[in-house]
Structures are given as structure tokens and as C-alpha cells.
């Protein structure tokens, strides 16, 4: 009989909420499934009514797999019981930023660098949302022929920044619509209702966010090509779920766009919506609560002949989060790494 595993979720927000979903959805083959959170209490979760027990480093007793999907920083979820489930024996899986640049820890997205995985030492860490879906689509062209600059502009979601954000979208527009009464920000620095705002994260080196640095460091260590030139601006838009990314890469060589229509019609995770005649290319709307990365608009820079322009769209909780980590773990399974 094939195995089945213990798997213990840490964290039932936006991204743990949708882990427990997707486990039940692909018949992940669960012996046991234990949620963690900060409290202790009933969720109702895809119909299904789960008990989530307060967390606690004996919790993690006779684990196989945790996945973390809880706050990051050094009193977050993985910093805090990474330790206690390394001595159970379990792999963690990580959706947050704290290990993913940590040279012992694999950063992984199973259609970019499943070779990766069998190099973990107890943590896998899964990249950031809007670094993931740009790799689904990128990297078949760079296997092509190697991408020597990339440059993007992100419109993202506001479930990027977890539940608390998504509720604060939902009690500010209809606030904002009205005109009467006062817009209370409390996630975001600005009002995010009817606005754009062009910061994710805190601003760092040279006056990049965060996140903007996370799509640079990120995709050159999973590519393993630290000569890679990347930049990016990343944006937050009232959007509750799916991320869209504007993507312009220059190649080594001339890549005709037929071609690349070809090989991204043949990559794994992603499908083609790229008929801009009749008014089809990806959007958030019709990505929220799918599993493949979109990727449209493709054209040729007029003015550059190695530079091609892409339109990538995917759910950032789903692809961007909860699903990458599964993939991850059924890999593991399917390769008899664990
Ligand atoms: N949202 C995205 O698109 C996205 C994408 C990629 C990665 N991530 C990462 O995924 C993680 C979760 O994000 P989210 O959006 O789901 O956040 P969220 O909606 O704010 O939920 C956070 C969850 O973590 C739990 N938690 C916090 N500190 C904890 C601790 N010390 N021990 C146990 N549980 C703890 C909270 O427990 P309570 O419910 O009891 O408060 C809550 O259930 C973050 O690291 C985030 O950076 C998110």
C-alpha cells in the first residue's frame, strides 16, 4: 500500500487556508493532519470544519512533512519551530522570506529546479509569489537560450499581504465608493481602495523594496546564474487575488516569437491565453483559484531583437504559495525522498 504521511500546517491564514484546500483537492496522501496556529479553535475551511490547536514545539511530534505558512521574522513560525521539527525527522517546507536565501536551504519551484530538492538538509524553502509565476514562465525561454536581462513591473494582489489585507480592501471600498465617512488604513501606509501603490515591502539598497530585491536574488540563485541582470518595480493594486507582472527579457540569442509561443505552450504550469485580436490575454479574475501560470501578450521589442515582452498572470496564494509547497512535497514523494 503506498505510503501516507504526517503533516502538520503551521499557520491557517490566507496561504494555510489554502494549503488545507489544495491537500484535500489532490488527495495528498495524508495519514495524519494536524493545523497549527497561534490560538486554538474551530475553522470552517472549502465546506470542511478543521480543529486548529495553538501551536507548540511537542505538536510537532512524529511529523513527515510541516509546512509553514505562518508570519515570518524571528518570532515567526518557521524561525520559531524549524528546531523542533528538524528533531521529529520532518521535512519543513517554508512559504515564508526567512530561509530563502540561506545558502544550506533549496529554494524550489518544481517546474524551474526540482534538481534542487534532494539537496535539503530539513528546509525546503518556496520563493515568493510574484518570483514564482515569473519563473514558470521564464525559465523554459532561458533554457532556449539564456536570458542575460530581465526587466518587470508587478500589479499585485492585496491577498499577498494575507487575510488582514484582503479585509481591509473589502471594508475600504465600499467606504471610498460612497465618499462619506473615513477610509481607515491600517495594513497598507495609504488607502489601497481606488489606488495604486508603488511599494511592496520596506525600500532597501539603492531605493528597491523588498520585494523588488526578492525577484532579483531569488530567481538568480534558483537558476543558479548570478550574472543575470534583473530589476523590477513592484506594485500593489486593489486586486484581491492574482498578480499580474508586465515582463520584458532580452536573450542571448534571437528568439522568434512563434518559437516562444511553442515552448511555453509545452512548459509545465503554464498556459497560453495570447490572442490579443480577440481580446484574450490573461487576467487576475480569470486566474483566481486555478493552479497554472498564464502568460500572454507575447511580442517582440520593435526596437530590440533578442527583447521579448510577456503578460504572466497567476493566482499568488495558489501557484504564488500554498500549491507550490504541495508540489514540492509531492515530488519528494513521487522521487522517494522521503
Ligand atoms: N499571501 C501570499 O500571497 C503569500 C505568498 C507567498 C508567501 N507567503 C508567505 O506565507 C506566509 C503566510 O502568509 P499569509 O498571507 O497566509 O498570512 P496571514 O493570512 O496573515 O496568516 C498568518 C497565519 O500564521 C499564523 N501564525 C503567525 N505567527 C505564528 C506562530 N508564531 N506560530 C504559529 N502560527 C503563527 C497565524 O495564526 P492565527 O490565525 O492564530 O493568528 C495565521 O494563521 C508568510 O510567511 C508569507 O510571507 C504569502
Not at 34 to 49: F, M, Q
Not at 76 to 81: D, E, L, W
Not at 111 to 117: A, G, M, R, S
Not at 162 to 172: F, K, S, T, V
Request: glycine share 8%; hydrophobic share 40%; proline share 6%.
Amino acid at each position: 500500500m503506498p505510503k501516507k504521511y504526517n503533516v502538520v500546517v503551521v499557520g491557517i491564514g490566507a496561504v494555510g487556508g489554502e494549503m488545507v484546500k489544495i491537500l484535500d483537492q489532490r488527495k495528498f496522501p495524508i495519514n495524519q493532519l494536524k493545523i497549527l496556529a497561534r490560538s486554538s479553535r474551530e475553522e470552517e475551511i472549502g465546506g470542511r470544519t478543521y480543529q486548529v490547536t495553538a501551536a507548540a514545539e511537542e505538536e510537532l511530534a512524529g511529523a513527515d512533512f510541516v509546512f509553514f505558512a505562518g508570519t515570518e521574522g524571528a518570532s515567526g513560525a518557521s524561525a520559531t519551530y524549524l528546531p523542533a521539527a528538524k528533531k521529529a525527522g520532518a521535512v519543513s517546507i517554508d512559504n515564508g522570506g526567512d530561509f530563502r536565501m540561506d545558502p544550506e536551504v533549496p529554494l524550489v519551484i518544481p517546474e524551474v529546479n526540482p534538481e534542487d530538492i534532494s539537496k535539503h538538509k530539513g528546509m525546503i524553502a518556496s520563493p515568493n509569489c510574484s518570483t514564482i509565476q515569473m519563473l514558470v514562465a521564464v525559465a523554459p525561454i532561458y533554457r532556449e537560450s539564456p536570458v542575460r536581462r530581465l526587466i518587470a513591473s508587478t500589479y499585485q494582489a492585496v491577498s499577498g499581504t494575507g487575510r488582514d489585507a484582503i479585509r481591509e480592501l473589502r471594508e475600504q471600498t465600499p467606504v471610498a465608493l460612497s465618499g462619506e465617512g473615513e477610509v481607515i488604513c491600517s495594513i497598507y501606509p495609504h488607502q489601497i481602495a481606488f489606488n495604486v501603490l508603488p511599494q511592496i515591502g520596506s525600500f532597501k539598497e539603492y531605493g528597491f523594496t523588498t520585494e523588488e530585491w526578492k525577484m532579483d536574488r531569488e530567481t538568480r540563485k534558483m537558476l543558479h546564474d548570478d550574472s543575470m541582470r534583473i530589476t523590477c518595480t513592484a506594485v500593489r493594486v486593489p486586486v484581491f487575488y492574482g498578480h499580474a507582472e508586465s515582463v520584458y527579457i532580452e536573450t542571448e540569442d534571437v528568439i522568434p516569437v512563434e518559437r516562444v509561443r511553442e515552448i511555453l505552450s509545452a512548459a509545465p504550469g503554464v498556459i497560453l491565453v495570447d490572442d490579443p485580436d480577440n481580446g484574450e490575454y490573461p487576467m487576475p479574475i480569470d486566474a483566481a483559484g486555478k493552479d497554472a501560470v498564464y502568460v500572454g501578450r507575447i511580442r517582440q521589442d520593435p526596437h530590440v531583437d533578442n527583447g521579448l515582452h510577456l503578460w504572466v498572470v497567476s493566482d499568488n496564494i495558489r501557484k504564488g504559495a500554498a500549491l507550490n509547497v504541495i508540489q514540492i512535497a509531492e515530488r519528494m514523494i513521487a522521487d522517494g525522498l522521503v
